[in-house]
């Protein structure tokens, strides 16, 4: 049987389950937003979050690789250390639609 809702939620609901003492529940993953650029030779980026943008490394991305630019991606919101500035962590980049037809046909 399959997730009913989006993957984002049925990844969240697995890792829930799994490692709850990851402090991953409920509701940590309190934003969903879209990528405005990221780089993939560099592994940073920036998310389109309330108004500004939002740093996002790749250390911080938990499932779902590499985001594109426009992506939607589920994440919290945290501070870096180094500079004092919030930055995204716990990324979730949800598979693209492509990837999930595929995955869904080879089941």
Do not use: W
């Amino acid at each position: 049987p399959g997730c009913p809702g989006p993957p984002a939620a049925c990844l969240r609901s697995v890792l829930c389950q799994k490692a709850p003492a990851l402090a991953l529940c409920p509701d940590a993953m309190a934003f969903t937003s879209t990528v405005k650029f990221f780089n993939d030779e560099k592994g940073f980026g920036f998310i389109n979050h309330e108004e500004e943008s939002l740093f996002m490394h790749r250390t911080d991305i938990l499932e779902g690789g590499l985001p594109g630019d426009g992506d939607t991606v589920t994440y919290d919101l945290g501070m870096d250390e180094r500079n004092g500035k919030p930055k995204a962590q716990n990324v979730v980049v949800p598979p693209s639609p492509a990837a999930t037809e595929a995955a869904l046909a080879t089941a």
